[in-house]
């Protein structure tokens, strides 16, 4: 399939601002040329933002500076004026309360600074986890032509022989020391090792599967998601990106023509194949909002559940995003799907062309990481969305990350009302717990938190751990960071902080899971329930100003993608009354 282009030459929105010889375009000219902007460039070409999420503040994106570059490289020679500007860069590592919190602020500062501003078309320079879901969704709110071009993952950690993956060790050398199994000074000398590159999370986390999403969905460039962020080839993506952007332009190819409901069902299957974070659950609703899209986890469990995961990287499997690179990276994947039968192959791409013509030709050059189908990390991977009277909107759980014992499970609960009770109460050896309990995790969603942090992959109790059990089934409302692993049902909707029944949860009440069955189930008399659920009440206090009121006042839950409630559906791209 190809995209139908728009006639050129055409007046471009940018003539609004710069294309007369009034006083207002003369004032508008006049201003930028004081960056020694030759007048030619303003003769009808199109303007192309460069939204960089550059901040020394989010490691993962520190490097974006030489990738805008290259993108502007790319621009001029296609014939388009580059101009580049910052948006806030809502870095995972150092970000508190919580990066999600301000995913929503990020993809807002993104949509109005296109809709104000004289751009034709965007690339979306892009990297840490949550600035790929908000300059998506922000473009996707106004619709002008927009690409999007990540960072690329680090290299490859190593320590003492064994490779080192951004997060997933981190989280397994914390349990180790809770064991006895490992030294704070062994830990302090890891440290070194985990992040030894510029780049994003070297594992399947967050950053790498919102990568491959935005490939998945048609808005990046075949192969953007694995390139290494020091490779050589990172570079020719951003520059090459540069390129296209001026003709997506020229053909009127917008993320309204691409993200479409064919586009949001390739991505999730190809994030059952990747073992992607379960962070891209709750983005791509949003996303999906965003564009108009009626996406449902019901969606993501029926298109999912039959998924092989044919990826072996961490924290699912073996190895990185390095290999995973060398291998083909996600075009290899897709490819797989599309001869499983499991791929719309029309679907649009920001290339013009279609995904299958991007990928038809691939090769796999490593099959230890990019599996056959009939070689599946597992055969049902994808995202598990349960449901039942403990999470009536559905909570979600990663196959490929979690413990086949666990999948069917009934456990006494030992409830945390928060992270704080949790951190007050784990390792107290009088805690009564053992591998058989569930753990319960309150008041940490999206207003809970608030933000719903990264919380839900509750490290286990020491006393536990000493047993040599590493996993333990756990359920909470919070999120957990996509180098994360474990038996961890998450998401859980309605939050705790708004009266679900995750609320009225106690210690000692049982608690029946069955992943196959997909059933979430609080084991008491339904009276009991509602009258627990009656004596409920709210003891979380309301921010009084600022951004935090205005999250607290207006985010929606996670079985919808926590985006805010005023935000859904396109705004358009109207050029704003000239105040001159």
Aim: charged share 25%.
């Amino acid at each position: 399939m190809k995209f139908r282009k728009a006639e050129w030459p055409r007046r471009l929105r940018s003539q609004e601002w710069f294309g007369g010889t009034s006083r207002d375009h003369i004032y508008h000219r006049s201003w930028m040329k004081n960056q020694g902007l030759p007048a030619d460039l303003f003769d009808g070409r199109p303007v192309i933002g460069i939204c960089n999420t550059w901040s020394e503040l989010t490691p993962c994106n520190a490097h974006l500076r030489d990738l805008a570059q290259r993108v502007k490289h790319g621009i001029y020679e296609a014939g388009g004026l580059p101009l580049e500007f910052p948006v806030f860069s809502t870095g995972e590592s150092a970000l508190r309360p919580t990066a999600m919190m301000y995913r929503n602020l990020a993809a807002m500062d993104v949509e109005e600074a296109l809709r104000a501003n004289p751009l034709d078309g965007v690339v979306l320079l892009v990297g840490c986890d949550k600035t790929t879901p908000a300059l998506l969704m922000g473009a996707a709110s106004v619709d002008i032509p927009a690409i999007a071009v990540s960072g690329g993952p680090m290299l490859n950690g190593w320590f003492r022989g064994e490779r080192v993956g951004s997060g997933t060790a981190l989280w397994q050398m914390s349990e180790a020391i809770k064991a006895g199994a490992m030294t704070r000074e062994d830990f302090l000398d890891a440290e070194q090792a985990m992040s030894r590159s510029p780049g994003s999370c070297n594992t399947m986390g967050t950053a790498s599967t919102m990568a491959s999403m935005a490939e998945a969905l048609g808005m990046a460039l075949s192969g953007n998601a694995a390139i290494p962020a020091v490779d050589s080839r990172r570079r020719v993506m951003a520059h090459m990106s540069g390129r296209r952007i001026v003709d997506m332009v020229k053909d009127d190819l917008k993320p309204s023509d691409i993200l479409t409901r064919e586009a949001f069902e390739n991505a999730i299957r190809a994030n059952g194949a990747i073992g992607g974070s379960t962070n891209a659950v709750i983005h791509l609703l949003a996303l999906a909002g965003r564009i108009g899209i009626d996406l449902t986890l019901d969606d993501w469990d029926r298109l999912g559940r039959d998924i092989p995961t044919i990826v072996d990287l961490m924290p699912s499997g073996r190895f990185l995003m390095e290999e995973f690179f060398y291998a083909g990276g996600l075009p290899v994947v897709i490819r797989a799907l599309g001869e499983a039968g499991l791929l719309h192959k029309d679907a649009l791409t920001v290339s013009g062309a279609s995904v299958w013509d991007e990928v038809k030709d691939v090769r796999n050059w490593n099959e230890d990481v990019i599996r056959p189908v009939g070689q599946a990390l597992t055969p049902h991977g994808g995202i598990a969305v349960l449901k039942g009277n403990l999470a009536p909107k559905g909570a979600v759980l990663k196959p490929s990350a979690a413990s086949p014992h666990l999948m069917r499970h009934r456990g006494r609960a030992v409830v945390f009302e928060d992270i704080d009770d949790y951190k007050a109460k784990i390792a107290d050896e009088a805690l009564d717990i053992d591998e058989n309990s569930i753990m319960v995790l309150k008041n940490c969603g999206p207003k809970g938190y608030p933000g719903m942090a990264e919380v839900g992959n509750m490290g286990l109790p020491p006393k536990v751990l000493r047993k040599g059990i590493t996993d333990m089934i756990r359920i909470s409302d919070a999120r957990m960071s996509g180098t994360a692993y474990g038996t961890v049902i998450l998401h859980t909707s309605p939050e705790a902080a708004i009266g679900g029944p995750l609320a009225i949860v106690r210690d000692g009440d049982m608690i029946e899971v069955d992943v196959p069955a997909r059933r979430l189930h609080l084991d008491l008399p339904e009276t009991e329930i509602e009258a627990r659920l009656k004596a409920w009440h709210p003891n979380m206090p309301v921010p009084e100003s600022g951004y935090a009121r205005l999250f607290h006042t207006h985010v929606q839950g996670a079985d919808t993608g926590a985006d805010f409630d005023f935000l859904k559906g396109q705004r358009g791209k109207a050029v704003p009354r000239d105040s001159h």
